[in-house]
Structures are given as structure tokens and as C-alpha cells.
């Protein structure tokens, strides 16, 4: 049985995955891929030409969010899902809160225009605009975010979940382009974030991205 995460460690999706792997203690293989400039037959693998995919043996799975689904039911042990439909939902929603609302403003407004960008020679970053999505779209994510932990370490049921890890990958991009809640107004989230960040699971997938993306890093 083998496994392959396929996109670049720099992707907050790919990231989610890894992340799963590796609080389940799985080994795999990850195939670093720029969908900017894809090898050629890659749409055979990703119809949608997006990041990541997912090789198990012979099978190909995508999305982000059905692949982790799907490696958690393959090896249910630590669970990231519930069995309570009240819990899974409100765990898939956080899920998709980050994916599917926070990652597509603060990843195309915040890291990529302040990062990626100048990087692969395209236009430097215009900071008034960025400032801009940092102060005012920015924080109405932060606020929701604070408002849904509650007293424990996690976000639903007090026990490490999908929506933990999620978060927690989305962050990643942000701390990358220089951007993290402040303490003062988002103490929860901010000490969350810290938790997360420091799990060995983490400081993996962290560490190669500050030595390659340190300009910004906080």
C-alpha cells in the first residue's frame, strides 16, 4: 500500500493533506507540483488541473477535502471526523469556512500578490492593497474564528479535528506573508494557532516553508 500527496508543500490544500498523513502516523511520498506550469497529462490525474491530487496505488482521489475524508476512513484511528451528525457538521463547516471562504481572499490578495508574485517575476506587491484586505476583510474571518472556540484546545468536541488542521494549514499561508491575528483582539485564536503550529506534525511542514519563504514570516 502506498501513498502520494501530489502539489506543492506551499498550498494550503496540499498542506491540509499532509497534515492528515501525518497525525495518522502514515508514510507517503509527496510529489512537488507547480499547477501554474503543469507537466504535461496532468489533467489526467487532476480534471480540474488543481492541487492536490492523491495516488493510493493505482487509485486517484481530489479535492482536498474528499481526500482527507477518505484517508480518515481508511484508517479511523485517531479520527478527525465525528459519528455525531451535530459535531460532523459543524467540523465540515469549519472545513469549509477556511477553504472555501478565508483561503480564497487571503490567498490570492494577501500571499500570493505579497509573495508568490514577486517571486515568479511577475509585478511587486502593491502594500496599499494588501494593507487594505489585512484591514478590513481579513479581520471578519479572525472575528468568526474567535467567536467559534470555546474554553479547550480545539474547535469542535475538545479533540484534535479536520477542522483543526484546517485552520491551522490556512494559517500557514498567512504567518508566510507576514499577517497573524494579534493577541490583544484574538486571544483564542491566537493561542490556538500556537498550539497547532508547534505540534510535530507541523513544525514539518512549517520548517521547509520559512527556509524558503522567510522574507515575511512572523
Keep these: 500500500m502506498s501513498y502520494t500527496v501530489i502539489g506543492s508543500g506551499i498550498s494550503p490544500f496540499v498542506r491540509k493533506v499532509m497534515a492528515v498523513m501525518g497525525e495518522k502516523g502514515l508514510d507517503f511520498e509527496h510529489e512537488d507540483l507547480n499547477p501554474f506550469a503543469p507537466p ?11 492541487i492536490p491530487a492523491f495516488r493510493h496505488d493505482d487509485l486517484v482521489v481530489n479535492d482536498s477535502s474528499v481526500i482527507c475524508r477518505y484517508v480518515d476512513r481508511l484508517h479511523p484511528d485517531p479520527p478527525l ?26 490567498g490570492p490578495k494577501v500571499f500570493a500578490a505579497r509573495v508568490l508574485q514577486p517571486m515568479m517575476g511577475g509585478a511587486e506587491p502593491d502594500e496599499a492593497a494588501i494593507q487594505k484586505v489585512i484591514d478590513e476583510e481579513l479581520p471578519v474571518f479572525f472575528d468568526y ?41 484574538w486571544p483564542k485564536l491566537s493561542a490556538f494557532l500556537e498550539r497547532m503550529h508547534a505540534r510535530p506534525t507541523f513544525v514539518k511542514l512549517i520548517e521547509p516553508i520559512k527556509a524558503f519563504l522567510n522574507k515575511y514570516w512572523v
Design 81 to 106: 471526523y465525528s459519528d455525531d451528525p451535530a459535531e460532523s457538521a459543524r467540523i465540515e463547516w469549519i472545513e469549509e469556512f477556511i477553504d472555501g471562504g478565508m483561503v480564497p481572499v487571503a
Design 145 to 185: 474564528l474567535e467567536s467559534q472556540l470555546g474554553d479547550g484546545d480545539f474547535f469542535v468536541g475538545n479533540k484534535l479535528s479536520i477542522a483543526d488542521l484546517t485552520v491551522a494549514s490556512g494559517f500557514v499561508s498567512l504567518r508566510a506573508a507576514g499577517v497573524k491575528p494579534e493577541a490583544a483582539r
Design 40 to 50: 504535461e497529462g496532468f489533467r489526467e490525474v487532476s480534471p480540474l488541473g488543481r
